[in-house]
């Protein structure tokens, strides 16, 4: 937390406190051959529930995002692959902290073992793509992150944004 | 800040910390007759960026969630909705704080004049909604909060579930 004296819109002094992150979140929507996902369930316990989303985690400022997206894919799922775009960019809560995301589309996957960091406790599913978007609209999935991801990949399916190749892999 | 004394998952203790925070966050789309939405401009001092967002405000945990939407879109905008529906709620930073938000759809609207709170010195901007949906697709609305909105909104005309009269002034 660092604490700023500032001048308040109004004029008066004041002190505005804001959380700076020393991390970057990135955020990976895989998409396979058949269009499916992978989901990682896990206990989040600032809001004291169980959670579905896209496979997300920290990166280092100082390395490049898809560097960090490779890694947490990997240490996560075990999955590598081959083709890789940035295709959103985010600010998470932009009225208390810095906290950036950038999520990433990856295709053409290859399955490996994975990695877990030992302090996670994490569960991989594998669903269809159809699937994933509906736990995010129904609001099972929460994490505004993942829905995000989900909700823009549809509609760059819609505006024709996306490649052919993938696009049918999204069932559209 | 709340630090708690857990068990990792790799049964090692540990502390946890947690930003356990006071306020709900709300949000609100509003849709005019015509199909215009509504966009807020103001400086985001944590990001140092200038912002354009749907109307978005913190509400007690206390008090209804529709109530402090109301209350935003108020103070906000000056605009007074007949009609009101939940349709999104999300964890807005699920690994390090508990804030949750939930976004409203608000029409039927009547232009008031605004009752801004005197440390808020924010820019409205009337826009069509298609327009306010292409800045969150180019990322030039960075908040995701309202892309996440912008984008579900877009996916319930695409799939039926709003009104007719809705969704013929989202331009679907």
């Given amino acids: 937390m660092v604490e700023h004296n500032v001048l308040n819109p109004s004029g008066e002094p004041g002190i505005y406190g804001v959380v700076k992150l ?20 896990q206990y989040r316990f600032p809001g004291e529930y169980y ?12 390395q490049e995002p898809v560097v960090s997206a490779k890694r ?26 810095d906290e950036r995301a950038i999520g990433f589309l990856a295709w053409d996957l290859e399955q490996h073992p994975p990695e877990p960091e030992s302090d996670e406790r994490i569960v991989i599913r594998r669903v269809a793509f159809k699937d994933a978007l509906d736990m995010a ?10 829905q995000a991801m989900l ?8 505006n024709g944004d996306l490649p052919d190749a993938l696009a049918r892999r999204l069932g559209n």
Avoid at 29 to 36: A, K, N, Q
Avoid at 151 to 158: P, R, W
């Fill in 151 to 158: 909700f823009k990949a549809v509609l760059m399916v819609k």
């Fill in 22 to 41: 020393k991390n970057l979140a990135v955020g990976v929507l895989p998409i396979d051959r058949d269009g499916s996902t992978y989901l990682v369930g």
């Fill in 137 to 146: 609209m129904t609001g099972e999935i929460r994490c505004v992150f993942t």
């Fill in 51 to 62: 959670s579905w989303e896209l496979p997300e985690g920290g990166g280092a400022m100082d």
């Fill in 72 to 97: 947490e894919l990997l240490e996560e799922t075990g999955l590598v692959a081959a083709q890789w775009s940035k295709f959103i960019t985010m600010d998470l809560s932009n009225a208390i902290s």
